[in-house]
């Protein structure tokens, strides 16, 4: 994976790697962005001999150090798997230069997990935007499973829209559909869109997403010229195969591709 990485900087080529879960490692510009990395096995430690085991299905596709060069690290919410102390510490030290961006609503919450780090946090709130390292962010309203604000009105669950020249992602974070997803995210015509795949299933017991038919609909809504899936094949008990995604996909003629743990593509959106 670091040959590949190394491979498109000096191509310069737009590329995305899928790490698992919801982490992805985008690289466009000479810029690199790395979205909710999760990338320890905390969770499988602490929900060990419990009745809600986080058996993995895959490994960790790759050490948080050996990541470097990364300029925005972003977190959605305070959720484990989204912001991981395992990840993200060691992820920060070898990138000292590297902006951590989070909803405005958990700068508490973070700075309690990760310390002092404020140095390094950029917070962002539904409707603003904001630029570091010349890439400008849009914070786009998340439902987990609502649209949850703190005692300011700040949402504590957020999607990002990230825009480097005229290229822009769309990462959903954790979501369901909701009433303003559609109204924040269409003004942008986003080129890709990563959107979860793992559903909404109570037995669970934990908050859901959008299932795959969902996703599938919700990046056509929009415009996404591409759509992956994402939040699926880690842990046991939370996921979904890709196939509906892929079937809807294919039904509403939106293109899409499914990589695998670790997988890169690059990413050369044309008209």
Partial sequence: MLEDIAQACARGAPRAWWLGQSGFLLHVLGRKILFLPYLSDSLTRKYANTDKPHTRLT???????????????????????????????PLLKSNPQAKVLIPRANIAFVLERLGAIESLLVSLDAGESVQISGIHFHGIPSAHNTVERDEKGCCR??????????????????????????????????????????????????????????AAQLAHRVGARLAIPHHFDMF????????????????????????????????????
Wanted: glycine letters at 8%.
């Fill in 59 to 89: 490994e960790r596709v790759i050490a948080p150090e050996r990541l470097v060069g990364i300029d925005i690290i972003t977190s959605s919410h305070n959720h484990t798997d989204h912001l991981d102390a395992e990840t993200l510490l």
């Fill in 157 to 214: 669950f957020l999607g990002y829209v990230a825009q480097v020249g005229a290229f822009k992602v769309y990462h959903s974070g954790d979501t369901l559909l909701h009433d303003g997803l559609l109204p924040a995210l269409k003004p942008f015509s986003v080129d890709v869109a990563f959107v979860p795949i793992n559903g909404n299933k109570p037995e669970r017991r934990v908050t859901g997403n959008l299932n795959g038919i969902e």
């Fill in 236 to 271: 046991a008990f939370n996921t979904e195969p890709p196939d509906d995604f892929e079937a809807e996909c294919r039904r509403l003629g939106q293109p899409f591709r499914t990589l695998r743990n670790g997988e890169g593509m690059d990413l050369n959106i044309t008209d």
